[in-house]
Structure formats: C-alpha cells, structure tokens
C-alpha cells in the first residue's frame, strides 16, 4: 500500500510547514499571483511518466512507439514536451491534427483514429499526409474515392478492431463489445483488408482501443487475447505482414490514495510478451508495437487552485462552494469521478469536518466532491483539487457564461503561461446580432 505523502510526492506535492508545494512552489503564493481558478502543470512528471513507459516498452520489444492520445490534453506546450521525448500522437479530429502540425510534429508520427469521419476529414487527413485508422468498412469507399480526387497515391491503411471485451471507470468510456458504437468486429475485419488489399493499400496497421481509466491489468490481458488471435488470423489468411499493431491507450491512474498505481510491468507480461511471442512466429511480419496512452502521461502532472468563497450550513449539511465547477473540471459531474483535494493552507489541524465542495455552476450536479474530509475550512483558503492534466481543461466548457481559467506551466521552479485565462468579451467572440434586432 502507498504511504499517503509517497502518494502525494508522486504527483509532485507535499507539505510544507502546513503549506502545499506543487512542483517545489509554494501553491498559495501561486494562486495570489495568478489567481484562481487556474489549472498548474507540472512539466517533470509528464516527461517522468512518457520515460517510465518508454524505458518498459523498450527493454521488452525495441520497436515500440507512444502515439500520445492528444484528446487528454491538446495543450500546445504539452504536445510539445511529449515531441522532445520522441512522442508520436494519436489524434481523433482535424483540430487535434492542426495543433500537432503547429508545434512543427511530423505527420508520418500521428496516427487519426477517427469515428463518424466525414469527407472533409479525409481530405484533410489525405492532403496532410497523416495515416488513417478507419472505424468501419464503408469508410473504406468513400477514403478511395477522396485519394482518387486528390491524385493521391494509396499508401499505408489502418482498421480500428473491436475485439468484443472492454473496460473502463465508467460506462462511457468503455469503448469494445458488440454494443458499442467503436471499431469493427470480429466477423468484418477479414473483409475490410481484403477490400483494402483489392483497392491498392500496400501497407498495414490494426489498432484496438478497450476504454479508458483501466487499473486492472488483468482487462488488457482478455481484450489482448482476442485482438492478437484476429491479428494472427488476418495475418495469415490475407498474407499481411503489419507495419504496426497498435493496443490504443486506457492505462489508469490512482485517483484516490487508497488506489494501487497500474502495475506496467504487468501491463507488459500480458500485453507486450505475447505479442512478442506471435512476432516470433513470423506470420505478422515484425511490426511496431504501438500504445496511445493520453491519462497516464498527463492526468498527475495537473493541479487546479481553487478558492473557496462560501461556507454554507444548510442545517442539515456543510458546504464548501468554490470558484472551480463543471465548467472547470466535469469528470466529477460527468462520471461521478473522483479527483482528490487537499487544502492548500493550515494542514495539520486537527479539526476534520465533513464537506460537499460545490461549484458556482447553476445546477445541483456542480459537486466537485462529496463527503470530503478536511480540516476547518474558512472562506478565502484555498484548495487543489489533483489529477486533472488530463481530460481537464480539454472538456472545461464557458456554461453558464464563465470564461475558463488560463493554464500555467511548471518547469524547474520558472512558472510560464501556457494559456490566458479567457475575458468576459472572449466569450462574446464570434457572435452577431441581426440587423432587424436593432
Ligand atoms: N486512443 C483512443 C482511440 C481513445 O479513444 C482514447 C480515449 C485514448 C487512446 C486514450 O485513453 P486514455 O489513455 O487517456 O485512457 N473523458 C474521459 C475519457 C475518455 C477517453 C476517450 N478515449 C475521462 O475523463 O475519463
């Protein structure tokens, strides 16, 4: 079980004299400077997290590559960290693509797992020369016809596998199994390459995505079984030998201290090693082993600051409303998620009472957390509410008209904006009033 500090230690936090550093900074200051409700992230652990994983892949099977999920995150100064560790990128829109191709990415590194792509996609996609990973078999015609519009040449082609077993923290983010909107079954996969083949693709990947939040090694495990015996199968009856096998992302992370971090050296024995074995047998070919995680490297680099404004007894229980609420982090709302908070001043008293933190957001779902813990909380302290480098700021929203925080950078003590903080006329930006109106 991990000590409590040793847990906080590693997502860059620890107390000091009753006061909470992140990235070795004093967060109160930080939130008088920069004010709140700000997202703080903490370059070191995003680059210790991308190294981890590497360092695993490579002392197991050298050809390996992170393709970053860029959803969790699309940052720029984030995609640009993960480029100077040698990231590739897993994209699932044009916008995600763009944000890569601004930050100088190489486009042979990014990976487009679509879904529901429409023409304009593909245009895209083809003219930037990025990779596809197509999400069903009728896709395929409409890809054909947009290379043969645009003269491009067909090169390499991807199908994005339902291996029928998922996993994840939430329904939603489940995304395998015979209900789910996700990939292509078993029964297809043979005839979507063999239509790829007849149509003049030359080369090939095949990717797989379970879901997202999995703590369990033991889901990668099944859902592996089944996609390397598709793999094999495909392999051997169409004569493919892949460029890559990618496994998608999905690795979880401790959200709660009671939580045991994902074992990734089990991660490898059940994932990595039989792949392995089925290279060896050389019916796949030697292709790249491939991982999209996008929570595992960002989640904890991430905090938000947040300041409480009312303390609120109802009579019956207590309130801690804050200036952070679904429009600054939804996980919480959207998935009954938990992200742990701590209080930034005074720690070590010994007054512990029980606490809803609430948003300002006019909905009763705005709870950040339920039935939390902490000492004696004043209007005007200050909390950090953990975890949320990934699928953060990327979902935060401008409901109910509230401009969302800036983001801060944390690199060996220097702090930079990586993110204004929008203004009440940003959020006015784009509109129009009629003429009639007046
Ligand atoms: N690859 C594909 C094709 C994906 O769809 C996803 C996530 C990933 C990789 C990265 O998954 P990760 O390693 O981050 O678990 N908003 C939800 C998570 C939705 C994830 C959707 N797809 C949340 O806040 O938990």
Redesign the pocket.
Known sequence: MTEYKEWLRNKGLDYRDGVLYFADMNTLELAEQYGTPIYITDEHIIRKRYRELKNLLDTEYKNNQIHY?V??NSNLAILKILKSEGSGY?C?SQGEIFACLKVGVDPKSILY?GNMFTNKDFEFAVNNNIIINLDSVSQLDRLIKVHNKLGKQKNIISFRINPEFGAG?HAH?I?AGKEIKFGILEDQVLDAYKLAQNAGFKKFGIHQ?IG??IINPKDFEKAAENYLSIVKTLASSLDIKFEFVDF????GIPYKPEEEPLDIDIYRDMVIRPFKEIVETGVIGTPTFKI?????LCAESTIILTQINTIKNNGFKLFAGIDAGFNTLI?PTM?G?YHHIELCNKQGREDIIEYDIAGPICESGDILGRKRMLPKLEEGDILAILDAG??GFA?ASSYNSRPRPGELLINNKSVFKIRKAETLENLLEGQSIPKHLG
């Not at 998608?248 to 690795?251: D, F, I, V």
């Not at 999209?292 to 595992?296: D, H, S, W």
């Open positions: 999920a959803k969790a897993d699932t797992t923290h983010t995304t995505h997202s939040g998608g992302g999905g690795l999209e995680p996008g929570r595992f996980r998935y998620s990934a699928y979902m």
